[in-house]
């Protein structure tokens, strides 16, 4: 069965970065496009980016550009997300969720990580 | 972007039917999916394409729509439906989703 497997809960200081992982499990990692999607504490969802494991090719929602950097590891089917220069505005969920690529919609998701930029 | 409209809160008597709505600044197609979010939970697919049901999802829930105007019905509501509901957009860069429906029961 199709698995994410999302990284812990993080509490970052301000300014700091944070790398944020999701390993999949179940499917064929390199054949499937990974996405990243932040919810904000009582807010709706917002889509990050994605990454094609299967070459590195990377799409970004332009708000986060430069925000994010997303990566995979091929040999351990995990995708990672870094944030950059923190602020109070990234405390957030961020989930993975693997994409339909017909449909566009997303089937499965990680569980989810929580980020705390906090001094 | 596109922007999703979707009515913040309702609430209904089990046993009943209901419909949520999500209203889309441009048209989408049938780009069009819905989600189940409970507390502390990741959002579970429901209804994919404006209308397909998902694998294992009750058939109490039905999706329609095309163009701007989308609904997502529950009939019957059971009390394990309180829960937020969003939209997502797929047709349109970059991928959007509604700011979510807030279900709880009477």
């Known amino acids: 069965q199709v698995q994410l497997q999302q990284s812990g809960t993080e509490l970052v200081k301000p300014a700091s970065s944070v790398k944020i992982s999701c390993k999949a499990s179940?499917?064929?990692?390199?054949?499937?496009?990974m996405h990243w999607i932040r919810q904000q504490p009582g807010n709706g969802l917002e889509w990050i980016g994605w990454?094609?494991?299967?070459?590195?090719?990377?799409k970004y929602n332009q708000k986060f550009d430069g925000k994010a950097t997303l990566t995979a590891d091929k040999s351990s089917s995990t995708a990672y997300m870094q944030l950059s220069s923190l602020t109070s505005e990234d405390s957030a969920v961020y989930f993975c969720?693997?994409?339909?690529?017909?449909?566009?919609?997303?089937?499965?998701w990680g569980q989810g990580v929580m980020v705390t930029v906090s001094s | 972007d596109t922007v999703l409209t979707q009515s913040p809160a309702l609430a209904v008597s089990p046993g009943e039917r209901v419909t949520i709505s999500c209203r889309a600044s441009?048209?989408?197609?049938?780009?069009m999916h819905w989600y189940q979010q409970k507390p502390g939970q990741q959002p579970k697919l429901l209804i994919y394409?404006?209308?397909n049901l998902e694998s294992g999802v009750p058939a109490r829930f039905s999706g329609s729509g095309s163009g701007t105007d989308f609904t997502l019905t529950i009939d019957p509501v059971e009390a394990d439906d309180t829960a937020t509901y969003f939209c997502?957009?797929?047709?349109?860069?970059?991928?959007?989703f509604g700011a979510g429906t807030k279900l709880e029961l009477k």
């Open positions: 179940g499917y064929t990692f390199t054949s499937n496009y």
């Open positions: 990454i094609y494991p299967g070459n590195g090719n990377t």
């Open positions: 394409g404006a209308s």
């Open positions: 441009e048209s989408v197609s049938t780009g």
């Open positions: 969720a693997r994409v339909d690529v017909y449909y566009g919609f997303f089937d499965y």
């Open positions: 997502q957009q797929s047709w349109n860069d970059p991928y959007t």
